[in-house]
Antibody, heavy 119, light 107 residues
Framework: EVQLLESGGGLVQPGGSLRLSCAAS????????STWVRQPLGKGLEWVSA????????YYADSVKGRFTISRDYSKNALYLQMNGLRAEDTAIYYC????????????WGPGTTVTVSS | EIVMTQSPATLSVSPGERATLSCRAS??????LAWYQQKPGQAPRLLIF???TRATGVPARFSGSGSGTDFTLTISSLQSEDFAVYYC?????????FGQGTKLEIK
């Protein structure tokens, strides 16, 4: 079964750091691009970042550029999101998702992990 | 960045009736648009990609249409499990962007 499972969320103070992980299983992780999407409680979806199959290209929303870094570890079939300089507005559920072959949307999603930025 | 605008924000429809949701892009996407369904407490689910192609396992009552800047998601005969929030998302350009969502509620 194709699955994604996020971890690493929690409570962090403003200005702090957190690293999210996403474990992939049931598919050839290295063959697909991956992405992070977040959703503040009760609000809509916001795309955050993406990384290509080879890891050669990364993309970021303006709201996180310079603070967040996406990466992947092929040996562990894992996707990461390093988040630095966290702000209250970064509080959200963070989902990792698999981008379909050919980049036609996000066809597999994890259940999400919650990040709360508060003092 | 491409701005995606969905309408209406909330749509009230009776079971068995048809629902029509709209999504407009601030610039042409060709057909590089996806629709997602999200139920409370769940992750989004891909319904439609390429503006009109149903994802695996999506019932035929869901259909997508449009190209360029104007897109529509139609649910032909609403079932109880279809009441949810629907999002459009463009993947024509980075950064990817989502619409703000349409909540489909029972009338």
């Amino acid at each position: 079964e194709v699955q994604l499972l996020e971890s690493g969320g929690g409570l962090v103070q403003p200005g702090g750091s957190l690293r999210l992980s996403c474990a992939a299983s049931g598919f050839t992780f290295s063959s697909y691009a991956s992405t992070w999407v977040r959703q503040p409680l009760g609000k809509g979806l916001e795309w955050v970042s993406a990384i290509t199959e080879t890891g050669g290209y990364t993309y970021y929303a303006d709201s996180v550029k310079g603070r967040f870094t996406i990466s992947r570890d092929y040996s562990k079939n894992a996707l990461y999101l390093q988040m630095n300089g966290l702000r209250a507005e970064d509080t959200a559920i963070y989902y990792c998702a698999k981008i379909s072959r050919g980049y036609f949307g996000m066809d597999v999603w994890g259940p999400g992990t919650t990040v709360t930025v508060s003092s | 960045e491409i701005v995606m605008t969905q309408s209406p924000a909330t749509l009230s429809v009776s079971p068995g009736e048809r629902a029509t949701l709209s999504c407009r892009a601030s610039q042409s996407l060709s057909s590089n648009l996806a629709w997602y369904q999200q139920k409370p407490g769940q992750a989004p689910r891909l319904l439609i990609f390429g503006a009109s192609t149903r994802a695996t396992g999506v019932p035929a009552r869901f259909s997508g249409s449009g190209s360029g800047t104007d897109f529509t998601l139609t649910i032909s005969s609403l079932q109880s499990e279809d009441f949810a929030v629907y999002y459009c998302q463009q993947y024509n350009n980075w950064p990817y962007t989502f619409g703000q969502g349409t909540k489909l509620e029972i009338k």
